[in-house]
Nanobody, 125 residues
Framework: VRLVASGGDSVQPGGALTLTCTAS????????VGWFRQTPGKEREGISC????????YYRDSVKVRFTTSRGNGKNTVSLHLNSMKQEDTGTYFC???????????????????WGQGTQVTVAS
């Protein structure tokens, strides 16, 4: 397995989590990285994107202000920090490398190079 998302858990509304995307074999720092979320019966939806050189971040309106994404100091991890969580944040979260920055702001899945294994996040009282 070359790309793995981890850190999923069950939290109460208003809680926080940090998800981590970790790459092995290749350098995650060479790619733009997107985070996607999928709930049963719905398509996988892009929610954030971090540009290749980390100079730009993009967030879907539903998570803007509450979620932030950043690279780790070692450059082979990318984190997604989830704050002020809501029940609608429940889902399986995936990270993915993108072929380029071009579609980063559109949260597109059409330019994915590698998908990571997902991690489950549940927000419930």
């Amino acid at each position: 397995v070359r790309l793995v998302a981890s850190g999923g858990d069950s939290v109460q509304p208003g809680g926080a989590l940090t998800l981590t995307c970790t790459a092995s074999v290749f350098a995650l720092g060479d790619y733009a990285v997107g985070w996607f979320r999928q709930t049963p019966g719905k398509e996988r939806e892009g929610i954030s994107c971090l540009s290749e050189n980390s100079d730009a971040t993009y967030y879907r309106d539903s998570v803007k202000v509450r979620f932030t994404t950043s690279r780790g100091n070692g450059k082979n991890t990318v984190s997604l920090h989830l704050n002020s969580m809501k029940q609608e944040d429940t889902g399986t979260y995936f990270c993915a490398t993108k072929i380029s920055d071009d579609l980063c702001s559109q949260f597109s899945a059409s330019d994915i190079g590698r998908w990571g294994q997902g991690t489950q996040v549940t927000v419930a009282s």
